[in-house]
Every structure is written in C-alpha cells, then in structure tokens.
C-alpha cells in the first residue's frame, strides 16, 4: 500500500479532479482508494502558527490522554507492529 497526499477538486457530478500529477508508481487503471476528507482549501489561509502544535500537546497533557503509557518505547513498538488482516 502505498500513499498519496494531494488536493482534489470535487464536481458537482461527483467526479474527483487530481490538482497535481500523478506519480510515477499510480499508473492507470481501476484502484481503491482509501479517500481522507479533510476541511475545505481556503486559498486565502494562512499556514498555522508554530505555537499552535505546542499548545495541542498542552492541552492534550492536561486531558491526560497519555497517562496510562508506562514505556513510551514499549507502546510504539506495540501500536507499530504489523499485524495480520
């Protein structure tokens, strides 16, 4: 599997556009595709702050949302690990 990030222009008939060539390993033909939708493209937005990755991993410490991992390197290797489908 491979991945492919890029910016997609949607028709109203449904029809997706590619705004940027396709590489070369994405030859044609019928693939799946496993489609992110992400917020609307404002061609008018700025790029984030930098203290904006700073104050998520803030806010995330304060919810606790990683308390329960004991061995940060223990965990990685676990969650990282190829499993059978």
Known sequence: ???LETDVEINPDGSIKLLSPLP???TPGR???LLVVDEP???SAAPPAPETLLDTL???RKLGTFSK???PVAWQRKIRRDRPL
């Open 58 to 60: 803030r806010r995330l």
């Open 31 to 33: 693939r799946r595709l």
């Open 69 to 71: 991992i004991d061995d």
């Open 24 to 26: 070369a390993w994405l």
């Open 1 to 3: 599997m491979k991945t």
């Open 41 to 43: 493209l404002s061609m």
